[in-house]
């Protein structure tokens, strides 16, 4: 199994579960490590044939931007849904850091994986 990752993608999102969470969007960031196979992709120099990482950057900024959840669990999980069904991902794991989030940590957040790990 081959990795696509995509590191420090920041997003200015509402999520929180107090109020002053629900009226001011924070940052987070995510990190991202997507199973792919790039064999076909490294013999035909296509973007055609692999994971096309800006595309999923640009939709995933597109959901996180638009959403307001409360809690950073939920934000993680719909993210890699939609990795896993829309760009046909069979694994995924996700880092999401909500900075700033408790005084004197330089992060706090979560972590999952979702899909098959194929090895």
Known sequence: MDIIFLDDLRIETIIGIFD???ETKQTVIID????????????TDSIDDTLDYKAVA???IQYVEESEFQLV??????????????????????KL???????GASGVGIVIERG????
């Not at 991202?32 to 013999?43: N, P, R, Y």
């Not at 669990?73 to 996700?94: K, N």
């Not at 098959?116 to 090895?119: C, E």
Request: hydrophobic share 45%; net charge positive; aromatic share 6%.
């Open 20 to 22: 002053w969470e629900r």
């Open 32 to 43: 991202l490590e997507m199973a792919a196979d790039i064999k076909k992709a490294a013999a």
């Open 58 to 60: 640009k939709r995933i």
């Open 73 to 94: 669990e939920t934000l993680a999980e719909r993210v890699t849904e939609i990795i896993l069904s829309e760009f046909s991902v069979p694994w995924v794991r996700l």
């Open 97 to 103: 850091n909500k900075i700033g989030a408790i005084r």
């Open 116 to 119: 098959k790990r194929q090895d």
